[in-house]
């Protein structure tokens, strides 16, 4: 890696990208007589590490052309950033890209058991494959561990689901609520957060030119 | 100083002033925005300074947060198209694509090639309109105006291709779910072929006033230097992570339309353009890159513009998606029955319930829809994976060190659209 400034040729080179990559491309047909995500380097990956018992690959949606190439992974949080962390390092994963980071509130999803899903799109840059890392938690104190210390791009991401859902993340550096002020009183992407209404609104003082 | 007693800085109730650090005497902080010329829209960086040199920087933002998230989960799939063109509004019709585009992944649509045709050449369009201003921008904060002009004459051509196509200028909201708002007009491939060939001499132009210009290529090499781990770390993607050396394109890697090898189902190969990369990793570098990008992406429409298949725009109308035409509404009983089927609030599409990641390679990197569908009329919670976002978070390691005058350089490069930052 050429130092800032020090390069000869300052114009675009051309990269070479490899072979395409499943997760993401329709072309990847699903073998119906195997187990689901067997096809799956990383899956399978997972399943010979850490047991077939409880790392079982689902399809995110089974649509009308039969189930899809993008491959879940439910793990619980205590076990988060063991996985995490094999997921990074393996080298038949290598998924040094962390792609998005979000949750979902299933609190109204039909036949939901948990209510927070913590979900991590992962990729990589060089196998150029995907895996989706599903993480449950529930109220009353819903907290999972942060994966900062793995990616730091997980940083404001994670403080972006602290805003909006009120999930913690342990061992956060700086978190902080960052779209929202501090002092907001809820988490308006909660399902039972109203989309009609004053809300807190109701409740703000009115500013004049004096407190300016 | 350490994150923890400079985040005190952004505590509510702080004044928006020049003050005195209070730990070190000769340290100053200084607000940069939320008002400011080169922050384009409403965005706030908290700097610490001594004298000129930055210590210190802490970007804080949540100025345009408007909820689109929120409101995904209560518009229908096609009334949410008009919310994305609103998210990174330098490109809406790459916004509206991505929308669309996750949804047909969780319904499991297989688009027409006319559309995967027609939607692709917008696409380029859309990024070579994003990389136009943005490059143009980055060089008029750092004072040059002219090619900000020059390239700014060819983005309204782009506008008005547009505009002939979705009739809106601005915010075209064109994609519909399984096909697209309307076909293209007869003679809207001869206007594009037009602006195919005037806009490489408006690039030779702006290379000309500016990759030979000393004082431009001073303001911008060297400067927000990253390496391509801390990059790839970072969850850097598109352009400015290809300037770092990461050659990663999701139209190459994960492709989509007519990136795709087969795409018409009768054995096109996919269409081809090359990834500029580069090793540098400067502000310099990502510049490059834009402007080489506008030239591949020109390729691209060259290559289709003249073979757009010919056949319905549309998937059909059996798959009871999409609106049927208005003659078949108002000439037949079952265009009728369909219409209302789908424009009835307790009726519409019959969604599968599950979960879908769709993503493009939007000008500003990965941009990623994750929908979640319970079967309902609408999203059940439809995230956006805002490159933006994404890619700011590391903004006050890359201009630590510099001086004040560089912030509008490396803001300038990174292209941070607010809108979509917020969401």
């Not at chain 2, 904060?141 to 002009?149: C, I, K, R, V, Y």
């Not at chain 2, 369909?338 to 941009?367: D, I, K, Q």
Request: glycine fraction near 8%; charge should be negative; aromatic fraction near 10%.
């Amino acid at each position: 890696m050429a130092e800032p400034g020090t390069s000869a040729d300052p114009g675009p080179k051309f990269g070479t990208p490899g072979p395409i990559g499943s997760g993401g491309a329709r072309g990847i047909s699903v073998p119906a007589d195997q187990p689901y995500g067997s096809w799956h380097p990383a899956a399978k990956a997972l399943q010979e590490r850490f047991g077939s018992e409880w790392i079982s690959p689902f399809p995110l949606v089974v649509n009308r052309a039969g189930p899809t190439d993008q491959v879940c992974v439910r793990v619980p949080p205590d076990r988060l950033l063991e996985v995490m962390r094999f997921l990074h390092d393996d080298a038949r994963c290598r998924f040094d890209l962390l792609a998005d980071l979000t949750c979902v509130d299933y609190l109204y999803f039909p036949n939901a058991t948990d209510r927070y899903g913590v979900t991590y799109t992962l990729a990589s840059t060089s196998l150029r494959h995907r895996i989706w890392i599903k993480c449950f938690v529930n109220d009353p104190e819903p907290v999972v561990p942060s994966v900062t210390s793995i990616w730091k791009g997980a940083n404001w991401q994670e403080r972006e689901v602290w805003d909006m859902f009120g999930v913690r993340f342990e061992g956060h550096p700086d978190l902080r609520r960052i779209l929202l002020w501090e002092g907001f009183g809820s988490y308006p992407l909660r399902k039972d957060y109203p989309v009609q209404g004053l809300g807190e609104r109701a409740s703000y003082e009115v500013l004049g030119p004096e407190s300016a | 100083m350490t994150t923890d007693q400079s985040s005190q800085g952004i505590q509510t109730g702080q004044r928006y002033t020049l003050e005195r650090d209070q730990q070190h005497s000769d340290r100053w902080v200084l607000n940069f925005g939320p008002q400011h010329p080169a922050t384009h829209t409403t965005l706030r960086l908290v700097l610490t300074l001594e004298g000129e040199r930055i210590v210190d920087c802490i970007p804080d933002i949540g100025y345009l947060h408007s909820g689109f998230e929120k409101m995904g989960e209560v518009h229908d799939i096609n009334q949410y198209v008009t919310v994305t063109d609103r998210m990174n509004y330098l490109s809406p019709v790459m916004n509206n694509l991505v929308w669309h585009h996750a949804w047909e992944k969780l319904i499991g649509i297989e688009l027409t090639p006319r559309c995967k045709v027609i939607r692709t050449i917008i696409g380029e369009l859309a990024r070579i309109q994003d990389h136009v201003l943005s490059a143009g921008a980055s060089a008029l904060d750092l004072g040059a105006f002219t090619p900000f002009l020059y390239l700014f004459e060819d983005r309204e051509v782009i506008y008005d291709l547009l505009e002939e196509i979705s009739g809106a200028r601005y915010m075209n909201s064109y994609t519909r779910l399984g096909g697209l708002k309307a076909d293209i007009t007869p003679e809207w491939p001869a206007h594009v072929k037009a602006f195919l060939k005037r806009m490489p001499r408006t690039l030779a132009d702006c290379e000309a006033l500016l990759l030979r210009n000393r004082i431009f290529i001073e303001r911008l090499r060297g400067i927000g230097y990253i390496s391509r781990q801390d990059a790839v770390n970072w969850s850097w993607s598109g352009p400015i992570a290809r300037a770092s050396g990461v050659v990663r394109d999701l139209r190459k890697d994960e492709p989509y339309l007519c990136f795709e090898p087969n795409w018409d189902g009768r054995g096109s190969s996919p269409v081809d353009f090359k990834v500029p990369v580069s090793d540098m990793g400067d502000c310099y570098a990502r510049f490059v890159i834009r402007l080489e990008e506008i030239r591949q992406s020109l390729h691209i429409i060259e290559q289709l513009i003249d073979n757009i298949p010919p056949g319905p725009v549309n998937v059909s109308p059996d798959e009871k998606l999409l609106l049927p035409d208005k003659t078949e509404v108002w000439g037949s009983i079952e265009g009728l029955i369909h219409h209302f089927e789908l424009v009835m609030w307790n009726r519409g599409w019959e969604l599968p319930v599950g979960e879908a990641y769709g993503t493009v390679e939007s000008p500003n990197g990965e941009l990623g829809f994750y929908i979640v569908s319970s079967g309902g009329r609408s999203a059940y919670r439809a995230r956006l994976r805002p490159p933006s976002f994404i890619n700011y978070q590391v903004f006050g390691d890359l201009v630590r060190g510099h001086q004040i005058s560089d912030v509008v350089a490396v803001l300038g490069s990174l292209n941070i659209i607010a809108a979509e930052l917020d969401r």
